[in-house]
């Protein structure tokens, strides 16, 4: 059973930096696609990252490029989002969502992701 488990949200000043984690149990690592979404309130699901844990590639959407960045734990299972350079319109609830296979990556489509973790709540204040 595919599972995905997110931690490390927060509040945080503009300006600031949190790095959010995303344990995957459940499947083998390196042959999912994973990727980074969020959702502020009255907004669409939005991807902002990418990442295909068996090529060690990541991919990022205009809005966080410079200012975000994924790396990966092989032993944890586990991805990490940095978030630098934090600013209030990335207030929003993040998920880390997982597909079988890489087609089309990098993908930043919702519906293309069938396991989705809990999601992890960023606010960030100016």
């Known amino acids: 059973q595919v599972q995905l488990v997110e931690s490390g949200g927060g509040s945080v000043q503009a300006g600031g930096s949190l790095r959010l984690s995303c344990a995957t149990s459940?499947?083998?690592?390196?042959?999912?696609?994973i990727g980074w979404f969020r959702q502020a309130p009255g907004k669409e699901r939005e991807g902002v990252a990418a990442?295909?844990?068996?090529?060690?590639?990541?991919s990022y959407a205009n809005s966080v490029k410079g200012r975000f960045t994924i790396s990966q734990d092989n032993a944890k299972n586990t991805l990490y989002l940095q978030m630098n350079s934090l600013r209030p319109e990335d207030t929003a609830m993040y998920y880390c969502?997982?597909?079988?296979?890489?087609?089309?990556?990098?993908?930043?489509?919702?519906?293309?992701?069938?396991?989705w973790g809990q999601g992890t709540q960023v606010t960030v204040s100016s």
């Open positions: 990442a295909y844990p068996g090529g060690g590639t990541t």
């Open positions: 459940g499947y083998i690592f390196r042959t999912y696609c």
């Open positions: 969502a997982a597909r079988y296979g890489c087609t089309g990556y990098p993908n930043y489509a919702a519906n293309e992701y069938g396991y």
